[in-house]
């Protein structure tokens, strides 16, 4: 029977890529995700996982090697956050491309500058087109399942795409929290073996990677658009199965309070659970307020979105990412995209918070929905709304 | 130079746009933008072969007299053999449509 213990969260997330029987790692460290590949390598190292850990230069190696190890069939894996998320970039577009299931586990952080250790979501924002399936996790036991859950569907027949799972840093990933590690045979009924549809093979040579030349770039581009909407039922439906088999039950987008709710506060990631403390004060006092929280990012869940939010009057949308002389937070920016078709929507009330490590209280989010509030009242609340900026 | 070739529809590519036969690249004969093309003054040829060495392509042969030959399939017109031959043989003409 499966038992709760009190584990740091990178050190339990990188058990579960124990579990999930690893082949290949291949990551260079950077705070805050140190403690996840520091870990699995002295798994390696003493032995109690048979897998390859391939240590390297620099983060934009790391992928490079994660590339060429999925490439060869082999269940790989690796971590980063921040800086060095940003010097993968250029291969990030490749694996998808590949369509090479690598799982990566980013532990969100800020980008610099200035230099910042502390959590938000500017380094996964700046990747949100590469083609990655992206999901958020909100608690240790969430980081957990969705590593597992992140195996599951990169590697999928009808997937076949890279996966990462977010978890903020430090606010999860240094916490030492309650959770339910999978056990063996959970994890045999719930993973499968990695049967790549197609691999390296000296026997069987194949060529990865050609050159896309003008009159067929658009039609490997929309065969990558058409994976990722492919993709969408199925992780919804490896979350079904993760349910049967853990007793814990996952969707792209769910809601908290949301029945009978005028403003629903929409937040990714550890925030979520902040946001449910101040939905219980609000609904104590009156305040018709629910909460979405987005665990699915890329593809981007528009229908349940757009049923979700269905019978709300305005939206709070919290983006913990700035963009520069822009319109709006990268969600915001999506959110309003995915209800702009829509005959009855939502007013969508932007906010920038919790920056480079700053704190979101449960008084951020009463201002937030306050605004929100005041712009269904009619009135104008200034944009850019940008929380906690000292004058 | 131009071949009766249909490019796929995004349903025919392989997953990954992998290319799943070896050594299809035989097929693609890519001399096609060439804009200039080596040409011999045989009289002047010592049969030395340098171009046939220098040529990063590889399109360059040797005939059974010993002369060098050209394979227009693949050869990019690069010059490089002309600026190489020792006699100085290889003029680059430009290409007419």
């Known amino acids: 029977m499966a038992r709760r213990v009190g584990m740091e969260v990178s050190i339990a997330l990188a058990e579960a890529a124990k579990l999930a029987n690893v082949d290949v790692i291949s990551a260079y460290p950077i705070t805050p995700q140190t403690h996840v590949v520091e870990h699995l390598s002295e798994l390696v190292a003493d032995g109690e996982l048979d897998a390859e850990f391939i240590p390297v230069e620099s983060e934009h190696s790391a992928m490079s090697c994660c590339v060429g190890s999925s490439a060869t069939g082999a269940r790989t894996f690796t971590a980063t956050s921040s800086q060095g998320l940003a010097l993968m970039h250029e291969i990030l577009y490749i694996a998808p491309a590949l369509r090479l299931p690598i799982v990566m586990c980013v532990v969100d952080r800020a980008i610099s500058g200035p230099i910042s250790i502390w959590n938000d979501h500017s380094d996964i924002m700046a990747e949100r087109d590469t083609g990655w399936i992206q999901t958020f996790a909100e608690n240790a036991q969430e980081a957990v399942d969705l590593t597992i859950h992140a195996f599951r569907v990169a590697e999928h027949p009808e997937v076949s795409l890279p996966t990462i799972f977010n978890l903020d840093g430090f606010i999860l990933s240094h916490m030492i929290e309650p959770v339910v590690m999978p056990e063996r045979e959970q994890l045999a009924a719930y993973l499968p073996s990695f049967v790549p549809l197609q691999r390296l093979d000296p026997t069987k040579p194949i060529t990865m990677g050609p050159v896309g030349i003008p009159p067929v770039y658009t039609e490997a581009k929309w065969t990558q658009e058409v994976a990722m909407r ?77 049923e979700a939010v269905a019978g709300a009057k305005a939206l709070a949308v919290v983006d913990r990412c700035m963009t520069l002389g822009g319109v709006g937070g990268p969600v915001a920016c999506e959110l309003k995209s995915a209800l702009y078709h829509e005959e009855r929507r939502p007013k969508v009330v932007e906010y920038q918070a919790g920056l480079g490590g700053r704190d979101i209280p449960v008084s951020d989010f009463d201002r937030m929905v306050q605004g929100a509030l005041a712009v269904l009242a009619g009135k104008r609340v200034p944009e850019p709304r940008v929380l906690q900026v000292r004058e | 130079m131009t071949q009766a070739f249909k490019f796929p529809g995004w349903k025919d590519l392989p997953l990954g746009m992998d290319i799943l036969e070896p050594g299809s690249a035989r097929r693609n004969r890519t001399g096609d933008w060439r804009s200039e093309r080596p040409v011999w003054a045989l009289e002047k040829c010592v049969k030395c072969a340098v171009c046939v060495i220098f040529c990063p392509e590889g399109c360059l042969s040797v005939t059974e007299e010993g002369y060098p030959q050209v394979d227009l399939d693949y050869c990019k017109g690069c010059g490089i053999c002309a600026n190489e031959c020792v006699t100085a043989c290889i003029a680059m003409e430009r290409e007419v449509e």
């Open chain 1, 230 to 306: 492919n993709a969408l039922p199925v992780i919804e439906k490896c979350w079904d199965e993760f349910e049967q088999v853990f007793g814990r039950k996952y969707r792209s987008i769910e809601t908290y309070q949301a029945e009978g709710a005028d403003v629903l506060l929409v937040t990714m990631g550890s925030i979520g659970e902040t946001a449910m403390t101040y939905v219980d004060q609000a609904r104590a006092s009156g305040v018709k307020v629910g909460l979405l929280r987005i665990r699915l990012w890329r593809p981007f869940p528009k229908q349940a979105f757009l």
